[in-house]
């Protein structure tokens, strides 16, 4: 458990214990839902998001705008993105970033596979919504650099200063890429 991404060695002792004192309570639905997905889940055939069939509900619905893609690192981006409830179109899972460390090239993710739904689904923009960190930028501008060719307008999210967010608190790459994207008033 402790392994699990945001569970310290404590948080997991604490979990491990209430899940065994609650074993036909929580452990056991806790296991058979685990062995359910493990059997079904698998990821969407057309933009690597996770489902339990070959499409997943974003691609299936035909009121998503298709000339729209939003790409994305990971799932969780894509999911992140969803809550807000602010983009109807489509998306687009990476699987990662482009990062000469981890020996993780274009060929690696899924950057062949955006390239070639561009033509076939008849895309228009695509947004890059990807961390604003080294491997992000970097992935950005090698995705804007392949996609230059075919004329789809390339856009990415706004960076900069956060709702509620107050300039003494913030970093210093926070308040430059606030200042360099500042707009009009």
Known sequence: MARLPGLGPR??????????????VVMEPLAQALAKVAASARDCRVCGNISDSDLCPICADQRRATGVICVVEDVS??????????????????????????????????????????????????ILALNATVEGQTTAHYIAEALAPTGVAVTALAQ??????????????????????????
């Not at 948080?11 to 036909?24: F, G, I, Y």
Request: no cysteine; net charge positive.
């Open 160 to 185: 900069g200063v956060p709702m509620g967010g107050e300039l003494d608190y913030l970093d210093d790459g926070t308040i430059a890429a606030a200042l360099a994207a500042r707009r009009q008033v």
């Open 11 to 24: 948080s997991a002792r604490r979990a491990v214990l209430h899940m065994l004192k609650k074993r036909a």
């Open 77 to 126: 981006d894509l999911w992140a993105m969803e809550r807000t409830g602010g983009f109807k179109g489509r998306y687009h899972v990476l699987g990662g970033v482009l990062s000469a460390l981890e020996s993780v090239g274009p060929e690696t993710l899924r950057i062949p596979d955006l390239l070639a739904r561009i033509g076939a689904e008849g895309v228009r923009e695509v």
